[in-house]
């Protein structure tokens, strides 16, 4: 009686001490969402899925804990950390709506790229992919350069400034959302729309020329119709949970 009581109750400990390495609700899907054709990128336990841009590991610079998916800051800004780097899901996406919630420390500095190319020609994910800032705009400096705020938290980075500007100061946790369809770009921020643009129109095609990034790659306004979604270690601690995607 008491092996088998003992057989009953283990498995039932080991259950609760799973569930209890992340805040219960997180890193979830609700029945709706399922039904809804939502898939969950992240499952709050394991890196299981990630990978290092331009490698097949995940790097030693990135950690799960406590129901997050956390850069390890460096101190060595936009180069990462030796063991770090940005890191992509392992699938392409086209059309889709993006929801994650990210949470940036003080002076810290991030991205969430959509539509990425791996290539041997391009050492960094950025120099192929729009993205979406993620930044504590009250400490980096970042929050300063740029023109009109198109470095601060939300905007298509040093591109198209996010308004109204409501992310929540470093510490905290702010919910975002990227919807991409057929060329159409919506940032979503702490539930309010803060920019919308389009790929490949001539407005696009101007915009960028005016900017930094065709010194990065020449093509660079030529986004891909499909492409990889990435995380950026920009050498500071920053924490993402809930990462869920649909496609469209």
């Not at 001490?17 to 609700?30: E, I, R, V, W």
């Not at 990128?41 to 590991?57: A, H, L």
């Amino acid at each position: 009686m008491k092996h088998l009581l003992f057989l009953t109750i283990v498995p039932a400990f080991l259950l609760v001490l799973s569930c209890a390495q992340q805040p219960t609700g997180f890193n979830q899907l609700t029945n709706k969402e399922k039904s809804d054709g939502w898939q969950l990128i992240f499952d709050g336990q394991t890196s299981n899925g990630w990978r290092s841009y331009g490698k097949e590991s995940f790097p030693t610079g990135w950690v799960v804990q406590d129901g997050t998916l956390s850069c390890m800051g460096s101190g060595r800004g936009e180069a990462g950390a030796t063991e770090g780097g940005d890191i992509i899901y392992k699938k392409p996406f086209s059309n889709f709506h993006l929801k994650l919630d990210w949470k940036i420390s003080e002076g810290g500095n991030s991205g969430i790229f959509y539509l990425g190319q791996e290539s041997p020609d391009f050492d960094f994910i950025w120099k192929t992919a729009p993205e979406m800032q993620v930044l504590d705009n009250k400490k980096h400096p970042d929050s300063f350069l740029g023109n009109e705020g198109n470095r601060k938290a939300g905007s298509l980075y040093d591109l198209i400034p996010a308004k109204p500007q409501n992310a929540k100061p470093a510490g905290e946790w702010n919910s975002v959302e990227i919807i991409c369809f057929k060329g159409t770009v919506v940032h979503i921020m702490n539930g309010e729309t803060v920019l919308e643009y389009h790929l490949w129109t001539p407005e696009w095609n101007e915009l960028v020329a005016g900017s930094k990034f065709p010194t990065l790659n020449e093509n660079w306004a030529s986004v891909a119709s499909e492409g990889y979604i990435g995380l950026q270690d920009h050498g500071d601690d920053v924490w993402f949970r809930n990462i869920k995607i649909k496609e469209l």
